[in-house]
């Protein structure tokens, strides 16, 4: 594998997760490269050479790439191999927004489920948000 | 698409066993687990693409060749793994493989003693003497020392030990990272070599049951847990196989997302593996 690789990707597959391994595979990269992790234009491993890596079928991730390639994520070049998309930054950026969006929503259930109101979750928002700040 | 295997309403009759209307393809370049447990038929099916044996009904197609019209063609072509060496165990790896060799147009020599090196094969050694992971091994070499692109292996891990297992994942990895080689291997126990088949053929007492992706078998069954009360309503209906104790029932379903839905917490929901799906399917209902 692209030693390149190595230091910028990390994919880790659990048995134990309810999700299906392509879509761990996809999930992790995905978030990779939104993270900008992966710099645009760089190489991923080859579908076969991830699958041994992995020790997972072909068709796994096989279809793991298909998903990110519908995402627009990464490109795939007949012959070349994949590699992460060249992107509009924009979208990368309205892309990023949507997952803090849903990770958000899903914090807000949470507070409703335990009878948070939406002062006390801003509270807890802003307290954190400032923590951030002071030790970053 | 092009394929390395078409298996067409094979059946083949032997006193007290049928294998009937076997149908399933395999593409080039895709691996194969051909999975069942002890007297399915898993043998039997892989004699019959060897022609080792004589099929009763139907047609099987090794790329697109008759396997019987053009077996010679086709062996030339295959790499084929047996679970017990067929060698003459008196001969040294190197003598054994002099026999061989002439056998196929495409023998590359430089490959074979890369292939030795690379798996620990002494070429001195009697094949007698070789541990039977270093015989499949040696099989191995020969396959692809004649650029075999079907590589056909029947129970090519029984009675060998995890870290062999391991290994001989690892080379087959490496084996189909050319795009080209296709894989066919049969198993009756699920061990760790399944990791690398994209597709599961199942078969139970002479007949398939199904010849699937693997991602898609293990979607499609979970296994589910829950107490005895549970049952009588109904429920077992939506089970493919049970096994009820007196403590409560395990039981193998296609139906798992509205059971989900419509028992909540009551059922346990858990991934099914290959092993369970195998079993429950074999065992159908069974009281402990």
Redo the contacts between chains.
């Keep these: 594998m692209d030693t390149r690789m190595d230091r910028t990707m990390r994919i880790v597959i659990s048995n134990a997760s309810p999700d299906p391994i392509y879509k761990q595979i996809a999930d992790q990269i995905r978030d990779a490269v939104l993270r900008g992790q992966l710099e645009e234009g760089a190489p991923l491993p080859s579908i076969r050479g991830l699958a041994k890596e992995l020790q997972v079928s072909v068709i796994t991730t096989n279809r793991a790439y298909e998903e990110l390639e519908k995402d627009g994520l990464i490109t795939s070049v007949p012959g070349k191999g994949s590699f992460v998309a060249v992107h509009n930054q924009e979208l990368l950026r309205e892309k990023r927004l949507h997952l803090l969006e849903e990770k958000l929503t899903e914090a807000i259930e949470d507070a409703r489920q335990m009878g948070l109101t939406k002062e006390e979750l801003m509270n807890i928002i802003t307290l954190l948000y400032e923590g951030e700040e002071q030790h970053g | 698409m092009d394929k390395a295997l078409r298996v067409m309403n094979v059946s083949k009759h032997y006193p007290g066993f049928n294998l009937s209307n076997v149908s399933f393809e395999l593409e080039r370049?895709?691996?194969m687990g051909l999975i069942g447990p002890n007297g399915a038929g898993k043998s039997t099916l892989i004699k019959l693409i060897m022609n080792l044996v004589k099929r009763d009904g139907g047609t099987i197609e090794v790329f697109g060749l008759d396997n019987q019209e053009h077996e010679l063609e086709i062996k030339e072509r295959i790499g084929f793994v047996y679970d017990t060496i067929p060698y003459y165990g008196m001969l040294t790896v190197s003598e054994m493989k002099s026999l061989i060799a002439p056998f196929y147009q495409k023998w590359n020599e430089n490959v074979f003693r890369r292939y030795l090196k690379e798996f620990g094969l002494n070429p001195g050694q009697k094949i007698d003497t070789l541990s039977r992971g270093m015989q499949t091994k040696f099989q191995l070499a020969v396959a692809l020392s004649h650029e075999a692109e079907f590589i056909i292996m029947d129970e090519p891990t029984s009675g060998l030990d995890p870290v062999f297992r391991s290994e001989l994942?690892?080379i087959l990895?490496?084996i189909?990272?050319d795009?080209e080689k296709t894989i066919l291997f049969s198993t009756h126990i699920t061990t760790?070599l399944e990791?690398?088949?994209?597709?599961i053929t199942f078969i139970n007492d002479g007949q398939l049951v199904f010849c699937m992706?693997?991602?898609e078998v293990?979607?499609r069954y979970a296994v589910v847990k829950g107490g005895l009360e549970l049952l009588g309503s109904g429920l077992e209906r939506r089970f493919v196989g049970m096994r009820r104790g007196h403590t409560g029932f395990a039981a193998l379903t296609d139906d798992a997302e509205a059971l989900m839905r419509e028992y909540g917490q009551k059922l346990v929901v858990e991934?099914a593996s290959l092993e369970d799906i195998m079993v429950y399917m074999v065992r159908g209902e069974r009281s402990v």
């Design positions: 370049g895709y691996v994942l690892d990895y490496d189909i990272q795009e760790d990791k690398i088949a994209d597709y992706p693997k991602d293990l979607d991934k």
